[in-house]
């Protein structure tokens, strides 16, 4: 008992230790789409819970459909269709992450590289990257315990049971929990790509901007200015201060274009998810389906939240860096220089400046081109949820409910 105690502690450990990627990389073996090699084991499996997943999203949809050609809907035809459209957006949601898969994968290994070779040699940064490392723990955990609770709830709500087959039935219940939890997992895990991804870099603008303002820490005195040695230090820092923000800067760019048609799925199906669990409120009589769709609800409001709060901070880091470098007093040294070293000086000034002048630009996370992913579109989105909730209460409050 011990040995398995201290074999417990020791993976805790490590995972505590581990990268701000380690939960990605963690889901990436069984659901995700960035490590595909056909020699390995692991690869194959994968490929076939996938291609479960989507086979049997499939046929829940040729069930509806039939469903819908018999006409019969009741309380519990709602509720199917509403397990089948959701599962169908986790599919298409993972898909339009995996188009980029390419691009995404190159960024997440440049952010690796940065954090284990750089950030995590600072005590300070460290500390900072295992606060982050919790809360992403935290969000990843509250996705995961909603798994097993709507399969539990919604165990007797498979769409295959409009088939009306026994040897289905006895079948499908153990492949209606199966599909449920891997679907589900594909849409936690997109969305721990990009809560990590957009928390990482917001980080490593808040770093490059503390390097921007502590630029001239080893200048102590004005007569420091006058050493060749000093300003040679001073142009290297300098340039890999610079170097380091093109390179953050041509990350978010390749990011932001490959986000875009994710991040309004993920708006559109926030939107609908909250405005259909309100209709289901409103229309199902069962207490169980009232906490199905508060809890659906409450989830989308926090991924959406999620979203939109990231986006707010790493927009503020991007614009942050004017501020951390006029911060840095550049001012007041590189005015006092003047003879043979103010060419050098002269480079320096003009790269500061370029570097304060594109900080100036204003970062734009777009959802499809069409809104800017922010908390206060998150807000205007609930507004409308609950504008859309009330229209359709009141067509329900006109219509007798299906008994």
């Known amino acids: ?13 490590r995972i505590a230790d581990g990268d701000q990627f380690v939960i990605v990389n963690g889901m990436d073996r069984f659901i995700g789409f960035f490590a595909w090699d056909v020699k390995l084991n692991a690869s194959w499996l994968k490929m076939t819970l996938i291609v479960f997943a989507v086979e049997y999203e499939i046929t ?23 397990v089948t459209i959701t599962g169908a957006m986790c599919i298409v949601i993972w898909l339009s992450l995996a188009a980029f898969r390419r691009d995404l994968t190159g960024t997440v290994k440049f952010l690796q590289h940065r954090q284990c070779t750089i950030h995590r040699q600072s005590a300070a940064r460290k500390a900072l990257m ?24 919604l165990r007797n709500c498979s769409p295959l049971a409009v088939f009306e087959l026994s040897l289905l039935d006895s079948v499908n219940v153990l492949l209606y929990p199966l599909a449920m939890t891997l679907m589900s997992l594909m849409f936690i895990y997109t969305i721990m790509i990009v809560s990590t991804l957009l928390s990482a870099l917001t980080l490593e603008f808040y770093w490059l901007g503390q390097e921007f303002e502590q630029v001239f820490a080893q200048c102590n005195t004005f007569a420091a ?22 390179q953050l800067l041509g990350q978010i760019s390749t990011l932001r274009n490959n986000l875009k048609l994710y991040l309004l799925l993920n708006l559109v199906t926030d939107f609908s998810l909250i405005t259909f669990a309100g209709c289901q409120m409103v229309i199902s009589s069962e207490g169980d389906q009232h906490l199905c769709s508060i809890l659906a609800a409450l989830t989308a409001c926090l991924n959406m939240l999620n979203f939109g709060g990231l986006c707010d901070l790493l927009k503020i880091q991007v614009h942050a860096i004017k501020f951390r470098l006029y911060s840095s007093q550049w001012t007041d040294y590189l005015r006092s220089v003047s003879g043979p070293l103010y060419p050098r000086c002269r480079r320096i000034r003009s790269s500061i400046l370029i570097v304060m002048t594109r900080a100036e630009h204003e970062l734009r996370i777009s959802c499809g081109s069409v809104y800017d992913m922010s908390l206060t579109t998150c807000w205007a989105v609930l507004q409308f949820s609950y504008s859309v909730f009330t229209l359709l209460l009141s067509f329900f409050e006109n219509e007798p409910r299906v008994q």
């Open 1 to 13: 008992m011990s040995a398995l105690v201290h074999l417990a502690k020791d993976h805790i450990q």
């Open 60 to 82: 829940a949809i040729a069930a509806m459909v039939l469903a819908l050609v018999k006409g019969v809907f009741t309380e519990r035809s709602f509720t199917m269709s509403f």
């Open 130 to 153: 295992d606060r982050v490392n919790r809360y992403l723990w935290l969000f990843y955990l509250q996705n995961i315990a909603q798994v097993f609770f709507w399969i539990n709830l």
């Open 225 to 246: 200015t006058a050493r060749k040695r000093y300003w040679d230090g001073l142009k290297r820092r300098i340039d890999t201060c610079v170097i380091e923000h093109q």
